[in-house]
């Protein structure tokens, strides 16, 4: 470690992602370590209940008589003089709930970090929350803060590299399809994954956490959108449903919920963007400029699983009335099997390059690609991965769930037949798979695609690339 001064850091991402698992990992390089929550909503905690909750906190970790704080810069001074000295790490989690009823919570803490926490050049002190739109707002684009924030990480789910740690590390022999059902249910996210008892069959698995009334994801969306949204949680989860309905663009949404686009709507899908429940796929022009228009995705597979899947059987699953014994059970699963899959394709897209032998240096773009029908083009075309490389290079990736046939073929070739590209562009057909190639098309597929890459390979790979961590911070010690 080098001591050359304090920091201030920002950490987000979506409920059960990790975070403070992380900052736990992170304090082991530490000689002290202080972490206090703020009291969640659902309690509906006065200003003072919080006041009174970091008072005890504060208590409990330097063994000292409790304190009675009146308001923010009281606790955060009493808290800054307790770690004056040494080496300190400090989690403030869920800081916009421990915000709560103090208008001026943000304003009190820039106060007290200058004139007292970062004046301990070995002090390290993390803001982290699953609201990350307060985060945002409050602090990292609040310019009272300008020039005072070290760093900042969105944390997202674990990619498929991490996914093979993690399962290895705990013994885990479910086949490449068991584990394929897992992530299109819970999309690589560390505590989804870790409530599930590897030593049980998946089928078990799945209906004590989604099928019974005191499972932990039949009760999971709740959570989600009333206590981290609260008064937001209604009109998010309205996007997030007519997001599942149809791909739609920005103009799409506001005119479905007949509402500005310049306004709310914005706003309100930022909070989900930030929140990784949601995206915008934009296509890109052969030049590798992203066009101005975009399509919303909804990329949390549980938000998806939980409205198609649970939620229709709510009613049955609390009378205790449900009995699943087979994946193939589930109402609706097939049918969003496809796009469980696109999304984990896409947030591993490192993984699909990797299997394509292209660095990273080589890809100009790698997204979805929607083409319109127009005067210029032989038809409208939709794309489910379209990679843009140097020496003008086309990969057109199709990804299919269910059974493959001659249709695959015929299907993609009517695709790259109307994309419009410039004519000294060269196009491959790549196919992204989960159930296996029928021996009899065996050959008619390899001389067709110049790549197909089953999915499910990825999953019995050991990963080389480490387990998260907190980013090299410049100034760090």
């Keep these: 470690k080098t001591k050359e001064s304090s920091n201030l850091f920002c950490l987000m991402g979506r409920r059960r992602i990790g975070k403070s698992t992380l900052i736990q990992e992170f304090s082991k390089g530490f000689k002290n370590f202080f972490e206090i929550q703020g009291l969640g909503p659902d309690s509906h905690p006065s200003l003072q209940v919080q006041l009174d909750h970091f008072a005890s906190v504060i208590s409990l970790k330097f063994n000292s008589r ?3 704080f009146e308001d923010w810069s009281e606790a955060f001074y009493a808290l800054a003089k307790l770690t004056k000295k040494k080496e300190w790490l400090i989690l403030l989690d869920e800081i916009s709930w421990m915000s709560q009823g103090d208008l001026h919570f943000a304003l009190k803490l820039k106060e007290v970090w200058d004139v007292a926490f970062k004046k301990n050049e070995r002090l390290f002190l993390v803001l982290c929350g699953s609201v990350s739109s307060w985060i ?3 602090i990292l684009n609040n310019a009272s803060f300008e020039g005072r924030i070290s760093g900042q990480l969105n944390l997202g789910p674990l990619d498929i590299v991490e996914i093979n740690q993690f399962w290895e590390k705990r013994h885990c022999h479910y086949s490449a399809m068991e584990k394929i059902f897992l992530l299109a249910i819970t999309g690589g996210v560390p505590k989804y994954l870790e409530e599930i008892n590897y030593r049980l069959p998946v089928e078990s698995n799945l209906h004590s956490l989604c099928f019974s009334k ?9 959570k989600i959108f009333l206590d981290l949204f609260k008064r937001k949680g209604p009109i998010l989860d309205k996007i997030i449903r007519l997001c599942l309905t149809q791909k739609l663009s920005m103009a799409d949404l506001s ?10 709507i914005s706003r309100y899908v930022h909070i989900l963007e930030l929140s990784g429940f949601l995206s915008k796929d934009y296509s890109f022009r052969p ?11 909804v990329t949390d597979n549980y938000l998806r699983f939980y409205i198609k899947c649970i939620e229709p059987l709510s009613l049955r699953i609390e009378k205790a009335s449900l009995q699943i014994t087979s994946l193939h059970q589930w109402p609706n699963f097939e049918s969003i099997l496809g796009y469980q899959l696109e999304n984990l394709v896409h947030f591993n897209k490192a993984s699909i390059h990797q299997q394509l032998h292209l660095t990273p240096q080589q890809i100009l773009s790698s997204a979805p ?3 319109n029908k127009s005067s210029e083009n ?9 990679i843009h490389t140097t020496m003008d290079l086309f990969f057109l990736c199709e990804i299919k769930s269910g059974e493959l046939d001659k249709k695959v073929i015929a ?3 009517q695709k790259m037949d109307r994309l419009k590209l410039p004519a000294r562009m060269a196009l491959r057909p790549v196919l992204i798979h989960l159930a296996d190639i029928p021996s009899s098309l065996l050959s008619e597929y390899r001389r067709f695609f110049y790549q197909t890459v089953a999915f499910q390979q990825l999953l019995t790979e050991k990963g080389h690339h480490a387990t998260p961590a907190m980013p090299h911070v410049p100034g760090a010690f």
Excluded: P, T, V, W
Aim: hydrophobic share 25%; proline share 0%.
């Design 66 to 68: 409790k304190e009675h």
């Design 136 to 138: 945002e707002d409050n």
């Design 214 to 222: 005191n499972g932990f994801l039949f009760n999971e969306y709740k």
């Design 255 to 264: 005119r479905k919920l007949k509402k500005r686009q310049d306004g709310d």
């Design 287 to 297: 030049s590798g400029e992203a066009m101005r228009s975009a399509h919303l995705r």
């Design 369 to 371: 690609y929607f083409q």
């Design 378 to 386: 032989r038809g409208s075309c939709q794309i489910d991965l379209l």
């Design 411 to 413: 299907q993609i070739k």
